[in-house]
């Protein structure tokens, strides 16, 4: 069986959706649902089971020997998290228990580490998991500082011979698509945008405070969460491919790009407006993201990444504006 864990979340809903898509009836989700709508995210799966994540380690060890792989995806995300205790037990104490179980029963592991981990991009944008490598990386933040706390532990682990047998960690860059509706303020720009266009409104961007960015200016390397799912399927199909990997297009592309493709998708002109980036994450703002995906390359990943143009618009026709959004 597969286990995924943070399962009815954004990127976990989509790789069990794609999973239950090539036949897989073994899927099991472990996570959350709360008291909002992100059930929905699960709502058309057929699933072996559906756990809380204070039963995840009795669960595996009560299937011990049936465990094929577990796509670690669940994670405290917010980067606007200020309980660095919380993160701690979330983002570090929990995976570094999952990498021990996958070690020591034979299953396989992917989890999703993060592009938030280069900080503000001076050290580059390079997934190299040395220990000098690692240690040039100054993240903003604490859900930054988390995931690349866990990708040293596994620089640790990995020197120390203590792996599970296929191991890779996934550095996702600016990811949009559907089943992200759950995440309030933490979504893509992407519904954000239709939200107010379909309103009646202009696009609103935040104005740039940085002398070589115009506003709207501001560049990320947005990524189609299938094209994030297609990696993770390539890693199952592929046991000997691991290792720590930037999962982003290589391909930075602006605000008001990302903005000027959701009016598109809608058949309609662009009307941006733009405002103070608020003063809270002024300081912290990143102003360029592009990952380096020459490592997966050389790996093996041969699958081209969606244009944003194209991925846009596949969210904004066949989700968004759908009576149904959820994949």
């Known amino acids: ?65 049936r465990i094929e792989a577990i ?62 490598g690692l240690a040039r990386l100054r993240p903003l933040n604490a859900y930054g500082w988390s995931k690349l706390a866990f990708d040293r532990r596994v620089a640790r682990f990995v020197r120390e011979g203590v792996t599970p047998p296929q191991w890779a960690g996934l550095r996702f860059f600016n990811v949009y698509g559907p089943n992200e509706y759950h995440k309030g303020g933490q979504m893509s720009v992407v519904p954000q945008i239709h939200r107010r266009v379909a309103a009646g409104e202009p696009a609103r961007l935040f104005r740039s405070h940085h002398r070589d960015y115009a506003d709207g200016g501001q560049l990320r390397d947005f990524i189609d969460v299938e094209d994030c799912v297609q990696v993770m399927l390539w890693l199952l199909d592929n046991p000997a491919a691991g290792g720590l990997f930037n999962c ?11 903005a000027t493709a959701v009016f598109s998708a809608l058949g309609r002109a662009p009307e941006i407006e733009y405002v103070d980036t608020p003063e809270a994450i002024r300081a912290k703002y990143q102003y360029f993201t592009q990952a380096e995906s020459g490592k997966l390359r ?30």
């Open 71 to 132: 796509f670690h995806m669940g994670a405290i995300s917010a980067t606007t998290e200020t309980d660095a205790d919380l993160i701690v037990r979330t983002n570090i104490d929990l995976p570094q228990r999952l990498w021990l179980w996958c070690a020591g029963n034979g299953a396989r592991l992917v989890y999703a580490s993060s592009a938030a981990t280069y900080g503000d991009g001076a050290a580059g944008f390079l997934d190299d998991d040395s220990d000098s």
């Open 298 to 327: 050389q790996a093996g990943y041969d699958r081209q990444f969606t244009s944003l143009e194209a991925g846009v618009t596949r969210y904004v026709r066949d989700f968004l504006e759908s009576d149904d959004p959820y994949r």
């Open 1 to 65: 069986m597969i286990v995924v864990t943070g399962g009815a979340g954004f990127i976990g809903s989509n790789l069990a959706a794609a999973l239950e898509g090539r036949g897989r009836r073994d899927i099991v989700v472990c996570d959350w649902l709360g008291r909002d709508d992100k059930w929905r995210n699960i709502a058309k799966r057929d699933l072996l089971d559906l756990i809380a994540p204070e039963r995840l380690f009795e669960f595996l060890d009560g299937n011990r020997g």
């Open 248 to 258: 982003g297009t290589g391909s930075a592309r602006s605000f008001k790009d990302l």
